[in-house]
């Protein structure tokens, strides 16, 4: 299909098509290996994928993020990255050959049109009709189709959706005035081999004199029927475009790390909607005692694994440290680590940082984040997107606020953290002109009230003494106070369309395209 540009495969019950590429993701996520992939020909060639289930640790992380491809499926994800399949500019190329193809029908459908020849069409299925569509769709015709044959009785005696060209069985082929020449599309053209002899019993062998075939598929050809054989009168020398560039990189994988302790209430949140975002996470616990790693392993894909802690106690420097260890198992990845509260939104990221890598040396990002303050007189619901339900925020929020609540997500082997990961030591960074991290510290409420409070007794005291984690050091009175404070400022929804300032209009057209589509 993708090889020779078979675009009529696709119509309404073909409306995605699989690749080795997007099987193996497949895999991925649902537990499984790829033991076996075939091409087989049929609708322009099928996939035949055997699939095995596999039993792999939770902990096992280079096995399931750098296991190797059967030798079957190697072979055709290479094939597929040398057509181009994963870049943008095979579609570019696709369409340019279905044109390409078109213009080339267009001339043999008006060159024998000119020459006096009748013009009808074998096969009335689904991509025959699209086909029929394509080339009716041209400007400046100058020809028509008289009528449509087709095997299939219940299709007989009917029109063409969309037309007014009937269908009629292959019998009225004979019915043709045999001194007029015919020229016959052949939008059934898998099925050649088999039409041919029907359509020449029914018009060569009734003594028509001049009947010529045109088949799209597999290539472009006018083939003309004699009555022992056919000849080739002409066909489409057309040249696909050339690949801008004979070398296409690898795309690198994007790695989330993040640590937790007892996160029921937001994890069933915080992982619908990452998990489209990361092609594999590592998720470090804390000794959770609640239903968290549950939750994880119900709702997470396959390639997310939960690993325990090295530290007894949520130390902010070790724990920076155990982020970093853990980076380092991916030097090639791109990297973010992100608290449970923290929800990254973006629109593509995954192609976003693939584009930069083919056009741009920048090896960290930086995002923006927002607080969200609440809509917390609406009940939570536990299967909509939280960034939906809770879509309030402070407008206004000072410059170090900014800069201590943003994330960086990069590509160097390991980053050299600043405490509290808000800052990347000696690093070059840009801000990402797309994405924003939306924070979730005092919203649900009261949900969060307890996530919140319990993280206060595994921190050490030495680190309340050298001001780190001092947010966290609060009971359930200062805790309710401020969250009033937070609700007397001056909040913003990124429901509306209007935005104080262009950044946060950025952040609110996001908002509207990933979550309110």
């Known amino acids: ?58 902990t096992s992380l ?107 069985p292959t019998t009225h082929l004979s019915k043709h005035n045999s001194s007029k020449p015919l020229t016959i599309i052949v939008f059934a053209w898998n099925f050649w081999d088999e039409i041919s002899k029907k359509i020449r019993k029914e018009t060569v062998d009734n003594g028509i004199k001049t009947v010529f075939i045109i088949l799209p598929f597999p290539h472009q050809q006018l083939v003309k029927l ?49 998990a489209p975002m990361f092609d594999m996470a590592i998720l470090i616990d804390y000794n959770s005692t609640d239903r968290s790693l549950e939750i994880i392993r119900r709702e997470a894909p396959y390639t997310w694994k939960i690993v325990p802690s090295h530290n007894a106690q949520f130390a902010a420097d070790r724990v920076d440290v155990e982020v970093q260890e853990y980076e380092k198992m991916y030097p090639a990845a791109w990297k973010i680590a992100l608290n449970t509260p923290e929800f990254l939104v973006h629109s593509d990221l995954r192609q976003a940082l693939a584009g930069i890598e083919r056009s741009s040396s920048i090896m960290a990002l930086r995002f923006h984040s927002i607080l969200m303050s609440g809509n917390d007189s609406i009940p939570l619901q536990r299967f909509t997107s939280l960034l939906k339900q809770r879509s309030q925020y402070l407008c206004k929020t000072s410059k170090s606020d900014t800069l201590f609540t943003s994330r960086y997500i990069h590509r160097y082997s390991s980053a050299q953290y600043t405490v509290g990961r808000h800052s990347i030591s000696g690093s070059v960074w840009e801000w990402s002109p797309v994405g924003f991290i939306a924070k979730f510290q005092y919203t649900p409420w009261p949900e969060i009230i307890n996530r919140k409070l319990q993280i206060r007794a595994r921190i050490p005291a030495s680190d309340f003494s050298r001001g780190w984690g001092f947010h966290h050091n609060i009971n359930v009175t200062q805790l309710s106070e401020k969250k009033t404070s937070i609700e007397r400022l001056v909040q913003c929804d990124l429901r509306h369309y209007d935005a104080i300032n262009d950044e946060l209009m950025m952040i609110h057209r996001l908002w509207k395209e990933v979550v309110d589509h």
């Open 1 to 58: 299909m993708y090889e020779t540009g078979q675009f009529d495969t696709v119509y309404h019950e073909h409306i995605s098509f699989f690749t080795a590429h997007s099987f193996r993701k497949i895999a991925d996520i649902a537990g499984l290996k790829i033991v076996n992939f075939e091409i087989i020909p049929i609708h322009g060639r099928s996939c035949l994928v055997t699939f095995q289930r596999t039993e792999i640790s939770s």
């Open 62 to 168: 280079n096995t399931v993020f750098q296991k190797k491809d059967a030798p079957s499926l190697s072979l055709a994800i290479q094939k597929e990255r040398n057509l181009g399949v994963t870049e943008t500019w095979f579609y570019v190329k696709y369409q340019a050959q279905a044109e390409a193809m078109r213009r080339w029908l267009l001339h043999q459908l008006t060159t024998v049109h000119s020459q006096g020849h009748t013009i009808v069409a074998y096969g009335a299925a689904a991509k025959g009709m699209v086909l029929l569509h394509f080339l009716l769709g041209s400007p400046n015709r100058s020809w028509n189709i008289s009528y449509v044959i087709d095997d299939a009785p219940l299709k007989q005696n009917t029109y063409c959706p969309g037309t007014s060209i009937p269908v009629f």
């Open 226 to 274: 004699e009555p022992n054989t056919n000849v080739i009168l002409t066909q489409n020398t057309h040249r696909s475009l050339p690949w801008p560039s004979l070398i296409f990189s690898v795309r690198r994988p994007v790695l989330l790390i993040s640590h937790f302790f007892n996160e029921e209430i937001l994890l069933p949140f915080w992982i619908r909607h990452h």
